[in-house]
């Protein structure tokens, strides 16, 4: 296999452009002693990002309305259940991935 170099140049510079805006904030911030609201406001985050992520799933625009995708609600309240009382990411993403997996194949 050959590759030319253009192309090497333009995968080296993607890969660049991307790990770039998502490793510098860490490195940045690893350094600095933020102050506690900021870091609360930090907190809030991964549960804005998850909750956009989940919603964005659950509800299907059409023209000028919106419907629930009934198979992402089914999937949704157990695996809310199983991260309550498990606290764990790996088990709640694992029985989400599989639930929602069964769901589909049968339904």
Known sequence: MSM????LIVIIGCALVTMI???????????????????????YIPVCILTALVVDNFLIQEKDSLRIDWQVIIVLIPTFLIAIKTRSLSITVIAGVMMMAAVRYFF
């Open 4 to 7: 030319q170099w253009t192309t």
């Open 21 to 43: 805006p998502r490793v510098l904030p860490f490195l940045v911030v690893r350094n600095l002693n933020l102050p506690a609201p900021v870091l609360k406001w930090l907190s």
